[in-house]
C-alpha cells in the first residue's frame, strides 16, 4: 500500500517522518534533483527504514553510489516486476537486492580485496555527484548553488575537486563528460 508520496527532499523527508512506513521506494532522479542526499538524510534520521532505490538511472553508474548512501536495494525500472516485488520481499526480510551483475561484482571485489569502483563516478563524494550531475543537466554554477543552498565559492571547489578526480583539466570538457553521463545514467539496461 502506498502511504505518501513527495517529489522533492523535503517533501519526502516529512512524508516519511509523519508516516514511519517500514520501506521507501525511491526513484533516484527526483525532478531535477538526484536523490543521493535523501537516501543518506533517510538513513541518517530513521536508520531502521529500509530504502529500495527503483529508477531508470543506470546500476552501474549509481548502484555502488546508492548502496553506500545507505540503501538495501537497488532495481532497475527495466526490470520485470516480479524482480520488483522480489526486491522489496528481500529488503523487508533485511537483505541486499540487487542485479546478479552488481551482485557478481560485490563479490569479485569482497574476494579480491579490491576497492569497490564501478565507473569512474565512484571517486566522487555524494555532493560531487549531485554538482556533477546538475552540470550534465545544463544548470549553471549559480543555479548550482542556489539549489544546493551553498555558495558559488562552494560549489567552484567542487568542481575543481570534480575535475581533478576525473582527470579533466578543462571545465568544458567536464561539461562535456557531465552531459553524456547524465544522458547515459538515463538509459535502460540492454
Do not use: W
Request: hydrophobic share 40%; charged share 25%.
Amino acid at each position: 500500500m502506498v502511504t505518501g508520496e513527495g517529489s522533492d527532499n523535503e517533501t519526502v523527508l516529512r512524508e516519511i517522518s509523519a508516516r514511519k512506513p517500514h520501506i521507501a521506494i525511491v526513484d533516484l532522479s527526483l525532478g531535477r534533483d538526484l536523490a543521493l542526499r535523501l537516501i543518506e538524510e533517510l538513513h541518517i534520521r530513521l536508520p531502521e527504514l529500509k530504502i529500495l532505490v527503483f529508477t531508470m538511472m543506470d546500476e552501474r553508474l549509481y548502484a555502488e553510489l546508492c548502496l553506500k548512501a545507505g540503501a538495501h536495494g537497488y532495481i532497475m525500472k527495466s526490470e520485470p516486476t516480479k524482480h520488483l516485488i522480489q526486491a522489496i520481499r528481500k529488503v523487508l526480510d533485511g537483505n541486499i537486492a540487487v542485479s546478479e551483475a552488481i551482485s557478481n561484482k560485490l563479490l569479485q571485489t569482497m574476494v579480491s580485496n579490491q576497492p569497490l569502483n564501478f565507473e569512474p563516478l565512484a571517486a566522487l563524494s555524494s555532493r560531487e555527484i549531485e554538482v556533477f550531475h546538475l552540470l550534465g543537466q545544463g544548470t549553471t554554477p549559480q543555479e548550482v548553488a542556489g539549489k544546493m543552498h551553498r555558495s558559488v565559492k562552494t560549489i567552484h571547489t567542487h568542481i575543481e575537486r570534480i575535475k581533478k578526480k576525473l582527470n579533466c583539466s578543462d571545465y568544458r570538457k567536464l561539461l562535456v563528460m557531465a552531459s553524456r553521463m547524465s544522458a547515459d545514467a538515463f538509459k535502460q539496461k540492454e
